[in-house]
């Protein structure tokens, strides 16, 4: 007998290595390991049987005899349907953490969505545009991908119907495309509840980036959504300041969102005029240049040249781009980048900027023979 202990998200990448088909029929011995995955993952985070139905879509008395296999009906079609939710649990948590640095700005981000999740209260970012913001949210739903699903609001999900099916399609459950809102909000309701065991689980963790681009129903579902007591999902609402005045506008809804900013525990805001830091520029710039294959430090003067970009509008995205463009002319002209203020300057145009200094020569070095190519 197997005794090896599994966690539920090795369990659910295990279940993402197996290559049954989607089709079935499955096997005797592939429909008892499913089987035993979900009371394995069931037993780790004292997940009932009813709580467990709702997760992966069906009832409870239907869970109960597919446990027995004794389910008269076809049975496949449910196993596969609950090997797709471990599925897409393994795979949230394989998502890519793209170019998150562990910024002083990241950490306190982070420090905002751990707090919504462990406290289950609504959580409130404000940052400037290009501080770091999508990408430190992108991370802490990765790490947390058990337990956090992360919305980039936008106006595709902008409406209060959109914005359910995209949360219940991240949390990997199956749905109707022509259920209504009503009928779609009970379905992920029962499904947060789920997870939330009646305080006895960890609740689930929205992530909403760009949260200003939702319609007031939409914003005050997800207050419903925190308020319920069967699910108290965590919330956490970011964007730049036109969040702060979308919160305090008289309209949209009824009463304002009085209500939703009074549950508001834990908060990040920083001002457009905050500066950034000297330390998180020079986090960000040695991450993407080892990214690029630059590992040695830079000039004293290319990082002040960095940190002052960062003052403008764009942050810390200004100097993302100066250093890929410096990245990307040095290929396009066989050169190697040594990221100097000259290098960093001469690119200005190619990010819709006005260069700083006259350049008579192009300030780049002939490349050595079969230098590396970038990473990724």
Known sequence: ????HRTPLEICKDAMMDTTTTDGPLTDAERR???????EIQTAENISDSAMARMIGCSGPLYSQLKHLKYKGD??????????????????AEVPSAD????????????????????????RIIT????????????????????????????????????????????????????RANHLYQDLREAL??????????????????ATTLQPKALNMLRNLHDDP??????????????????????????????????????????????????????????ILAGLGHTRALDGRAYHFLHRLAQRDGKLRNVAKRLHAVWDTAEAVGAKAAYSVAELDYVASLVGCEPEMVHED?????????RAKRAG
Request: with cysteine.
């Open 33 to 39: 390991r499913i089987i035993r995955d979900l009371q």
């Open 230 to 287: 069967a699910c108290r999902a965590a919330v956490v609402l970011a964007d730049t300041w036109r969040l702060d005045v979308e919160l305090h506008r008289p309209s949209g809804i009824a009463g304002g969102y009085e209500q939703l900013r009074s549950r508001i525990g834990a908060d990040y805001l920083l001002g457009a005029s905050d500066e950034i830091s000297a330390a998180d520029v020079r986090a960000v710039a040695d991450g």
């Open 100 to 123: 998150y640095v562990n910024t002083r700005i990241g950490a306190m981000i982070m420090a905002v969505c751990r707090r919504a999740r462990t406290q289950s209260t609504i959580g």
């Open 75 to 92: 049975q496949d079609r449910w196993l596969l349907l609950a090997r797709g939710w471990m599925v897409a649990r393994a795979e949230r």
């Open 128 to 179: 400037p545009s290009g501080a770091g913001k999508t990408v430190a949210l992108m991370e802490f739903a990765r790490r947390n991908a058990e337990r956090c699903v992360y919305v980039y609001a936008g106006e595709c999900f902008s409406t209060k119907l959109s914005l359910l099916q995209e949360i219940t399609r991240r949390l990997g459950r199956n749905f109707n495309m022509r259920w």
């Open 362 to 370: 192009l300030p780049f070095k002939a490349a050595p023979a079969g």
């Open 193 to 210: 509840a789920g997870y939330y065991n009646g305080g006895r689980g960890i609740p689930i963790c929205i992530l909403i980036d760009e």
């Open 1 to 4: 007998m197997n005794t090896t």
